[in-house]
T-cell receptor, first 111, second 114 residues
Framework: GQSLEQPSEVTAVEGAIVQINCTYQTSGFYGLSWYQQHDGGAPTFLSYNGLDGLEETGRFSSFLSRSDSYGYLLLQELQMKDSASYFCAVSPAGGYNKLIFGAGTRLAVHP | KAGVTQTPRYLIKTRGQQVTLSCSPISGHRSVSWYQQTPGQGLQFLFEYFSETQRNKGNFPGRFSGRQFSNSRSEMNVSTLELGDSALYLC?????????????FGPGTRLTVL
């Protein structure tokens, strides 16, 4: 089976950098994704790592290390609008478009 | 451009009733997945339909079912509703055939079971 662990809450100030970690136990997967969800909204895709290494998309970067069963989302130059929940998710091998999500990390950005 | 509409947006039912939720992707999206989101269990995969065929199913009881039509629209049905079925039900679409691609989520249907 698959399980993903991420911190439940993270707090940071505007302009800072924050890293949200995701450790996983899985028998096989194609890649690790990150989604953002604001209160009352739907999850929106942020990033996908199919291979080990760093993927950069503007202020957001994501990293995957399969050997360490570990990934992270890095948010730079934090803005108030980044206050949201962030979910890591794996695409299990043979699961087509199925996603298995972590419990989510609630990020609070303060002035 | 990818996009998906879900109806209704809000729904209140009582225990024992059944409910049907609808998901309408913009044309061209052949894969539709459904998820249940609750505070206690988080985001959980229900099932995926591709070209009118269910090709993956999550760990939910048989009360949860779905289908997809030839125009890619999908419905999910929950029979004999229980209080624990209160949740946000999300559908997601993917253009790609291969695994691991970006999923676009609809706004969801908020179901409350009384």
């Amino acid at each position: 089976g698959q399980s993903l662990e991420q911190p439940s809450e993270v707090t940071a100030v505007e302009g800072a950098i924050v890293q949200i970690n995701c450790t996983y136990q899985t028998s096989g997967f194609y890649g690790l994704s990150w989604y953002q969800q604001h209160d009352g909204g739907a999850p929106t895709f942020l990033s996908y790592n199919g291979l080990d290494g760093l993927e950069e998309t503007g202020r957001f970067s994501s990293f995957l290390s399969r050997s360490d069963s570990y990934g992270y989302l890095l948010l730079q130059e934090l803005q108030m609008k980044d206050s949201a929940s962030y979910f890591c998710a794996v695409s299990p091998a043979g699961g087509y478009n199925k996603l298995i999500f972590g419990a989510g990390t609630r990020l609070a950005v303060h002035p | 451009k990818a996009g998906v509409t879900q109806t209704p947006r809000y729904l209140i039912k009582t225990r024992g009733q059944q409910v049907t939720l609808s998901c309408s992707p913009i044309s061209g999206h052949r894969s539709v997945s459904w998820y249940q989101q609750t505070p206690g269990q988080g985001l959980q995969f229900l099932f995926e339909y591709f070209s009118e065929t269910q090709r993956n199913k999550g760990n939910f009881p048989g009360r949860f079912s779905g289908r997809q039509f030839s125009n890619s629209r999908s419905e999910m049905n929950v029979s004999t509703l229980e209080l624990g079925d209160s949740a946000l039900y999300l559908c997601a679409i993917s253009l790609a055939v291969v695994e691991g691609n970006e999923q676009f989520f609809g706004p969801g249907t908020r179901l409350t079971v009384l």
